[in-house]
């Protein structure tokens, strides 16, 4: 296990499909964090898990957004009827629990058509 | 007003001179501060971590003012892969969950 990956790395999709990407931590880490970031932004909180524990969603997120960690390991973002201004990297990121650094993965490019 | 705050720049440095800048955050209960370093269309990446006594890391010095509420990132003899954008982390308090936040980030370029 080399770091967090992050599937697929590029997505184009029309207005209005829905996208699944998936972000498999580093193995050891239980909190796992989702992020989306425009260009000149810092990274904009969307999320995170403690397990498969949902415990903070950015008051931002709409209701297309959703993610899953079912069995505390990998994570799904779904974004429902996408939207040309959900065009952004989503970058994914892990901790341990008690450990104070994230790790990033390469991020999954989004634009919508 | 923003919880971190960093001036965007660009930071255009020639290729030796030394450079700082800083982070401003607003809440002070904050737990623990970082610097990551994002390149173009990549990924951010730890830097390193600011401790309040301050640290060093080859060329690179990091500060903590809690009174102030600012940390600083001091980078020596500036390098042309210095280049990039760097981004300020703080980690907030239990009632924030702990949760991570980010500057937008000041973009640093090095000329020859």
């Known amino acids: 296990d080399t770091g967090v990956s992050q599937n697929p790395r590029h997505k184009i999709t029309k207005r209005g499909q829905n996208v699944t990407f998936r972000c498999d931590p580093i193995s050891e880490h239980n909190r796992l964090y989702w992020y989306r970031q425009t260009l000149g932004q810092g990274p904009e909180f969307l999320t995170y898990f403690q397990n498969e524990a949902q415990l903070e969603k950015s008051r931002l997120l709409s209701d297309r957004f959703s993610a899953e960690r079912p069995k505390g390991s990998f994570s799904t973002l779904e974004i429902q009827r996408t939207e040309q201004g959900d065009s952004a990297m989503y970058l994914c990121?892990?901790?341990?629990?008690?450990?104070?650094?994230?790790?990033f993965g390469q991020g999954t490019r989004l634009t919508v058509v | 007003r923003k919880e971190v705050e960093q001036d965007p720049g660009p930071f255009n440095v020639p290729e030796g001179a030394t450079v700082a800048f800083n982070c401003t955050y607003s809440?002070?209960?904050?737990?623990?501060f970082f610097w990551y370093r994002q390149d173009c269309r990549k990924e951010p990446k730890l830097l390193m971590s600011?401790?309040?006594?301050?640290n060093e890391d080859g060329r690179f010095t990091a500060q903590l003012n809690r009174a102030s509420q600012y940390i600083s990132l001091l980078i020596r003899d500036s390098k042309l892969s210095d280049s990039a954008t760097y981004l300020c982390v703080v980690r907030g308090a239990m009632d924030s969950n702990y949760q991570l936040i980010w500057g937008a980030g000041t973009k640093l370029i090095i000329k020859p």
């Open positions: 809440n002070s209960a904050s737990q623990s």
């Open positions: 600011v401790y309040s006594s301050g």
């Open positions: 990121a892990s901790s341990s629990e008690w450990g104070q650094v994230a790790f």
